[in-house]
């Protein structure tokens, strides 16, 4: 069955227009999201209602849209190509919600943030602020979610922006779908016992850590394979003695002499003088930037936002590195979370 102008045209004379946003939505989050669990789960909704809906839209459709493989299911080539007039009605209906938007005197609505917890915790809380003051009826939604996480529900529209970091030379590319506007460079740092025979030197090279037990924050494979490039580089490998989630449990080990770290320049910040920091020469860093959807800056409340975490990142005073780093170069590295 192939989708002619004759036959839609059939079928909205009939009142049976096979446009039900709603289906169109969980069909395009099955295509990117692979299970009828997961889609479940992001919708917050059975698993049960998700099968129901889709095979409702089969029926409208009058076509098989997906396939069994298994414990899986795969869309056919007619489900294919119709997520892909999915994706494009859920772009028009955003732009018409943008136009409608700038006709109204006051910014209002919620804008939904997701944020890697160091920057959450640099720039959220100004955001929030400058948006209450300029824009009361502006509600900022923030989880604290890495990108690996956020990218997704971006792109499903689930989520209007999500702060993400690039660093190291790998290289992945970005959806089509996302915009990246720059915020910061963020300078790595050596993070040191107090009384470390290095914290006396102004600047540390990764060589001279060669012999430390290291410990690193796990909450990022993107971050732990730039560092580990980098000190492979420096001809060692790092012996890892810890591997948390939570930067306190890090920065514990190393106030206690357990260890060293490799932190971020907005880490760095808030342990100096309970722990020793140190600039690494050369220099590695990372750059944060807040992704959005192409198109989205047309809304009132996104633009609004976006300038409110612009304004905060500024307010950093030039970055979070301890000294100006190279400009924000965006196919240097590829996106992932970070502390």
């Not at 889709?54 to 029926?59: G, I, R």
């Not at 301890?322 to 965006?330: F, N, R």
Request: hydrophobic fraction near 50%.
């Amino acid at each position: 069955m192939t989708f002619s102008e004759a036959k839609l045209h059939v079928l909205w004379e009939r009142g049976r227009s096979m446009l039900d946003a709603g289906r169109l939505r969980l069909l395009w989050e099955l295509a990117h999201r692979g299970t009828m669990a997961a889609v479940a789960e992001a919708r917050l909704i059975s698993t049960s209602a998700v099968s129901q809906q889709l095979a409702q839209l089969e029926l409208e459709c009058g076509a098989a849209l997906l396939r069994r493989e298994g414990r899986r299911v795969r869309l056919t080539p007619v489900g294919e190509r119709l997520v892909r007039h999915a994706e494009r009605l859920m772009a028009v209906m955003e732009e018409a919600e943008a136009d409608l938007a700038t006709g109204r005197r006051e910014i209002a609505g919620r804008v939904r943030v997701a944020a890697f917890p160091s920057a959450a915790a640099a720039l959220m809380p100004r955001a929030v602020l400058a948006l209450r003051q300029r824009h009361p009826l502006l509600v900022l939604e923030l989880r604290d979610d890495g990108a690996r996480v956020g990218l997704p529900e971006l792109r499903g529209w689930q989520l209007d922006m999500v702060l993400v970091d690039r660093i190291g030379r790998l290289q992945e590319p970005l959806d089509p779908q996302i915009e990246l506007l720059p915020l910061f460079s963020d300078a790595l740092h050596a993070m040191l016992p107090r009384d470390h025979p290095l914290e006396r030197r102004p600047f540390i090279a990764l060589a001279d850590l060669a012999d430390e037990s290291w410990s690193l924050n796990d909450g990022s494979s993107v971050f732990h394979r730039a560092l580990l490039d980098a000190c492979r580089e420096a001809g060692f490998t790092p012996r890892i003695v810890s591997a948390c989630r939570s930067i306190e449990v890090t920065m514990a080990m190393v106030g206690a002499g357990c260890s060293i770290s490799i932190q971020p320049g907005l880490w760095a910040r808030r342990y100096q003088g309970a722990i020793g920091v140190r600039p690494l020469r050369p220099l590695i860093e990372r750059h944060v930037s807040v992704a959005i959807r192409h198109g989205s800056l047309a809304q009132p409340a996104i633009a609004a936002a976006v300038l409110a975490l612009q304004d905060a990142a500024a307010a950093l005073g030039g970055g979070a590195s301890a000294e100006p780093g190279p400009a924000w170069l965006p196919d240097a590295a590829t996106t992932g979370p970070c502390a």
